[in-house]
């Protein structure tokens, strides 16, 4: 205590623990850092310590002097920077890119060496005081005073996209220094990149590009223009992997898609003699795969495709099966769908990379026309009639199975599957009846696969052909085992028991069978009765055939195969040698009809005709006389008399069979209603047709009228009731 | 013998060493040698010829170049511990000092490496590991830290309000939550400095556009940079906060929907794996308790359990639970440390309980601590009174327990950096269990 302080009270003085360094210390050690960053930004650096250098540092940080350091290095360098600056403002033309390079390794090389001196204050004295780290530090300066010194920072853009411009134009320009400028760029942050590089650079492509289609559009065609636009993108996907960020390489791409396609799709699809549908009907596999992957990038690109395809596919399609022409031959007509399939798989799967919309919407488009000729279910199954009697004859199984694949694809495109297992059903039962069909194995494919289709009710009955075909077989074995011995030399007899309700119903208007026949079928009728209780057998003479020994008049004998009709017909030539059609009409009892067909076959087909008719002409009449034939030849012993037949539906017959499956699908179309009430008692009318509808489909598309019908006719029979208050609704009743 | 080209001459101090520079690469760039080595400073032609010579301590230097050596740390005994942290950091070599420092973490192969004792009043609320090897621990209102040389640094605090819980975000960021006080616009979630104690942010909760004070709970971060904390509002706008770490901006809340909690919630767990976050309230903060699991993409709490209408008997009541993705199951403990198991993949609320109670019964000492549950690298650890047990095996059978003499039981543990630290209740002392260095052969 000083005697000066005695009027003030007794007084602690805070105990002063900081030693004060000399405060030249911090000046000196300064300048000795600060004159080896001169150093080494002049490139002098071999004179220098590292050890001190390291040392003095370390020693200001210690010392609390890490301000000073710190802020004397930001100067310093700043200092170093505008000097380096300037010499790249006045580097002329081609140069100054290359100036600036130099400039900038000389930089990242410096700053290096100063970070490795200010080691210690870089890992200590800055993050506690959240200052800047120095190499980061070295990068804000040189972005602050060389990349945005207002002579730099314009001609730096100006530079790069002329560059670019000249090399879209075809020259060559040195990329390795783009590579190291666009680097730098992207060294001093994504920011100072996109905005002092990328935007501009993507404005600048954007116009290019949309004068460039515009100039391209006018003069190529589609296949061409595409042609261009893809080797622009691949040109500018190629740019961002040599020298850009590969950021950029979804923006630069998405300004191509959108200047050379989104804004010239529609022209493009459109294309006169060059267009969409001009690839389509070319098969351009390439041109078209081109246009699917140049369109996907951009929205709404493969709607527009699909569109212009679908529309295309349905109006051809409609113009194919409304063709009077082809509607003449079933199985061409089956055949071009085939083809009109096999064509745009091919298309989609080749050009379209197996895209599932563009299935999807092949699919709608098929079932959208197909089903516009109400024939269509008729003819398919006429082709799969045709290709199982003669057509897979030698034909290898996968192949059989591809067609059969295909027949099943054209299938579920019908809406009135219902028609079509009417028709396959009649198809089917002449095959087999015939014993035409060529595979077992394809029929039963065939069924199996409509059984997974659409299930088990829709094949029951048919497989109930097989079921009865095996059974017949085995019923014949056992009654030649019983009988046999008996028969001995006379007519074999075959018989096919056929399940009523399985098969296509006949009118049964049973003939008169010759003698020794109808010996033979009481024979069968006891034994099958016999070991079958209970049934009832009734012959289906129209659907049988026999096989017949002949002698003609020179001694020639052949052998004849013939329809059941026939044979009977043929028979009573053994006992008269001539006779009138009204005595065969007496004898037989055929119906006129299938009798006249039958007599035009046995007496007017050149080289078959066994029999002669008086007068000579092409049609029966009811005073004709027929006798037999004694002059008839034949190259072949074994004679095939066909009966003529219409193998197309004729007219009323079309409608027979129409009006029956009308009233088949009756019965189907009330067990859905009631199935449908029963679960939800009460439902309205638009309900009622929409859930009808939903659970037919199927099978067939419900008509809502027949529907309304069928509902009328339930609430007759007290199934279902209107409720009183809201007529529109109906009730079910228990 | 061949000319050795590679050998490098020191003076430390006065001292002579000799090495080599494959010896000194091993120190890397970011040091002095990387930097002395780098081809801008090797500056002197002929480098066997010359000796460098370096101003420090020669002991220290002999300790630190043997680490680069063997990649060892050898301490003799006459070199206090500071000293040589001191010139590892001279020469940029504290990282390998900290890496050679233990052995990797093992639960099983654990030895108490040192206590410490604080001078914070009142209970231990939490301790936290860094991911360095440094912790937090927190009293009452104040954050008090360590690095991982136990050095302690300033104290955190969230304008001393009570402190609910703390997170290491990295090895420099701290984020507290603390208790709102009526009236004021205090409380909620601060981050701090680790090495200046600095408030850095603080993090707000908006409800309708409107700046809400709140109460910040549990918390839990993500590596998308998200932070989730339970947070409970004063007019009744409880959930979970999530906040994006690089902008503190709140960016999502999931309002805990009626009948359930979270945001009282105890304990918050991010799962990787599914991308969800583990919610549990435990008792005694609620009567019952509530674990569920929120997916924050599409606000859907996709599982959740809890033991409202069960018997709450001692046995069956959770204190705490762990979500192990592996195998996708939810472990938790009641007050006997029997563990249970739920299936994440069923919501049948089935607990599985491995029963190991009739041991403990009867032997609870005067100030019990609830059970805790940890998992690191499919060991489990659980606390209990004054020990934790380790876990290990598809079964969890108990291979170890860890237990020191003094400081009463443990309120807290936590597990990181290569440390086990456990905060007990008593004392205010907190232990550090370490892994010890792999055998030499």
Redesign the interface.
Known sequence: MSSGQKKRNFQIEAFKHKVVVDPKYAEKTWKILEHAIHEIYNHN??G?S??EL??NA?NMVLHKFGEKLYSGLVSTMTFHLQTMSKCIEDAHGGSFLEELNIKWSDHN?AL??IR??L??MD??FI??T?KTPVHELGLNLWRDNVIHSDKIQTRLLNTLLELILRERTGEVINRGLMRNIIKMLMDLGPSVYQEDFEKPFLEVSADFYRAESQEFIECSDCGDYLKKAERRLNEEIERVSQYLDAKSEAKITNVVEKEMIANHMLRLVHMENSGLVKMLLDDKFEDLGRMYNLFRRVPNGLSTIRDVMTSHIRDTGKQLVTDPEKSKNPVEFVESLLEKRDKYDKIISLAFSNDKTFQNALNSSFEYFINLNPRSPEYISLFVDDKLRKGLKGVKEEDIEIILDKVMMLFRYLQEKDVFEKYYKQHLAKRLLSGKTVSDDAERSLIVKLKTECGYQFTSKLEGMFTDMKTSQDTMQGFYAAYGAELGNGPTLVVQVLTTGSWPTQSSITCNLPSEMSALCEKFRSYYLGTHTGRRLSWQTNMGTADLRATFGNGQKYELNVSTYQMCVLMLFNNADCLSYREVEQATEIPPSDLKRCLQSLACVKGKNVLRKEPMSKDIGEDDAFSVNDKFTSKLRKVKIGTVVAQKESEPEKQETRQRVEEDRKPQIEAAIVRIMKSRRVLDHNNIIAEVTKQLQSRFLANPGEIKKRIESLIERDFLERDNADRRLYRYLA | MGVQKDRVRFNVGGKIFETTATTLAIAGR???FG??F?E??D?QPNVTSTE????RNPDCFAVLLDLLRTGELYIPSEIPEKLLYREA??Y?LLDHVRAARCGPFDGNRLHLERSIMGRAPGDGTAIRAGPDGGCCVAHGSMVHVYDWMLEEHPPISLDYQRVNDAIWIDS?SIVISACERLGRDDGGMGLF?A??GELRYKFHVTHDNQVKSYTGGALSFNSDYKLFSSCKGRSNEYGIGVWDQVTGKQIDFFYEPPGWSLGDADKLQWLHGTNCLLVATLFPRKDNCYISLLDFRDKNMVWSWSDVGAPATDERRVRDAIAMEETNSVCVVNEYEDLGFMDLRSSAGIVRWSSRSRLMKGKMPDEPCYPKLALHEGQLFSSMNDSISVFCGPDWVLTSRLRNSHGGSICDFSIGGDRLFALHSEENVFDIWETRSPPIV
């Open positions: 650096a071999s220098l590292f050890e390291y040392r370390y090389k290096q060496m490795d001196i080691m210690y890992r200590t993050p506690s959240h | 970011d040091s002095l930097a002395m780098d801008n400073w500056l460098h010579f370096i101003d950091l001279f940029g420099e400095s090495s200046t």
